[in-house]
């Protein structure tokens, strides 16, 4: 049976989440790289710094916020901007709603994760990485219930284990990858 | 988190059908993913689980529209968000504004009005509060209600005092309003020259001319079709180098094909009307 081909890859994290995600960029920078889009949880009304912070740190340019309306490019990285939850439209562009924070938290990982999964059904791989709270788990739920691939970060790994753990609990066949095997994983299935 | 209903294009196009032909609201031309993630919630929240079920509640229950429109309208606001935007207004609109005899501000999709008020003592702090005019419009007639009341919890304004302070207020923000129990008013001074009106983006036309349109966060919920006719109508309702203001996230990039405004603020989004 071949393998799905991958058409997004959406990733969710908040406390110490920053580090590893920048690391697996960085690991897979040169390949043929399906969009990324990364969710982290940010302070409001802060200036958004993550996007220049991530440049600098994997070397690659190709990193930009989520702009409303724009197509998903293969080989861009995608920052979901602070104070906005950040949707997937069916013809594969970002929609933009400031609506009510979920579990506190605008961008919501949740939102995107089940938006995506609507959009690219068994396309989509999802990665959670470290946090402390348990937004995640339901995005996760939804890709694993329309076929998606949900890897999570091995808790034994993670800075803060409570995201990972909530999505574990909840998840009837998640693949619990170390950042290695993370990388491992799109190295295998990308070319260069 | 409970799952949502899934709601396919054809199902989801019926409900908005009913919206528009019962109700005269138009949703078909909102962003599909936000209206349809709205709509889903709403089902979810009223044990609605489908789309058949919840076209017999909107046809047979008259409290259903109210409460669906309510739900799947976006009133989140705040005061003075994006403290930036209102410094920048303040240091470079407003004194533009202050060449006119009267002013006329259009709040165009005002919600509960949250943006009316940091306008108004930003204006009253400016000189300017008593020869201007706010015009505050929604679609929504709950919202402007309580727009209209100038009502707002108490424990929002820890947050809109910082906001207020970053944004270059020059003033004890907590003397603008009266505290009891659990909210707050604000000054009555402050409404004096506000008028709230039922508009509706999709269908209404322009209403009046204005130096300034506030339209901030509301487009980002509409289609391209939507935005550019929006944007066109913001055109029609602008004096010749009036400013338009919109949302952090939102631009004119791709919805002012005639080049009629030009930038003026490329951080905080700020046009102004050249032809």
């Known amino acids: 049976m071949p393998e799905q081909p991958i058409e997004a890859v959406m990733v969710g994290g908040s406390a110490g989440s920053f580090e590893p995600f920048a690391h697996l960029i960085k690991a897979v920078s040169g390949k043929e790289m399906p969009p990324v889009v990364v969710v982290f949880h940010l302070m409001r009304n802060v200036e958004n710094r993550v996007v220049d912070l991530l440049r600098f740190k994997t070397g690659n340019a190709q990193i930009a916020e989520a702009e409303e309306k724009e197509f998903l490019k293969p080989g861009w990285v995608y920052v979901a901007p602070a104070n906005y939850h950040l949707l997937i439209e069916e013809d594969r562009t970002f929609c933009l709603d400031s609506s009510d924070p979920v579990y506190f938290s605008r961008p919501s990982i949740d939102v995107t994760f089940e938006s995506a999964a609507q959009v690219y059904g068994a396309g989509v791989v999802g990665i959670l990485l470290s946090g402390s709270n348990g937004d995640g788990t339901y995005g996760m739920q939804c890709i694993e219930r329309r076929g998606g691939v949900p890897l999570v970060q091995d808790p034994e790994e993670a800075e803060f284990k409570t995201m990972p753990l909530s999505c574990i609990q909840h998840l009837a066949h998640p693949r619990i990858y170390t950042l290695n095997q993370i990388e491992d994983f799109f190295l295998s299935r990308t070319r260069a | ?275």
């Open chain 2, 1 to 275: 988190m409970e799952h949502l209903p899934d709601l396919p294009n054809e199902q989801l196009d019926k409900i908005l059908t009913v919206t528009d032909r019962y109700f005269g609201y138009d949703f078909t031309g909102y962003a599909r993913a936000s209206i349809r993630r709205r709509v889903a919630g709403f089902m979810n929240r009223s044990g609605i689980r489908t789309a058949g079920e919840l076209e017999y509640h909107l046809l047979n229950d008259e409290t259903c529209f109210p409460r669906f429109l309510q739900y799947v309208t976006v009133n989140v606001t705040e005061m003075f968000r994006d403290p930036g935007f209102y410094k920048a207004l303040r240091e470079n609109i407003i004194p533009q504004l202050a060449s006119y005899p009267f002013i006329k501000i259009w709040h165009a999709g005002c919600s509960t009005g949250e943006e009316v008020y940091s306008m108004a003592i930003l204006l009253q702090e400016e000189g300017l509060l008593e020869r201007t005019k706010l015009y505050a419009t929604d679609i929504n007639s709950y919202v402007l209600g309580k727009a209209k009341q100038g009502i707002f919890p108490l424990r929002y304004m820890q947050e809109y005092t910082r906001n207020y302070r970053n944004s270059g207020g020059k003033e004890v923000f907590s003397g603008y309003y009266t505290a009891r129990y659990d909210n707050v008013v604000f000054d009555a001074s402050l409404k004096k020259n506000m008028v709230f009106a039922l508009h509706n983006l999709a269908s209404d036309g322009s209403f009046n001319e204005f130096n300034l349109i506030l339209c901030r966060n509301v487009m980002i919920y509409f289609d391209r079709t939507f935005q550019q006719r929006c944007v066109r109508l913001f055109q029609q309702s602008l004096c010749l180098l009036g400013y338009l203001g919109l949302g952090t996230k939102e631009s004119l990039a791709f919805n002012d094909p005639q080049r009629n405004f030009e930038e003026v603020d490329a951080r905080w989004k700020m046009y102004r009307r050249t032809r």
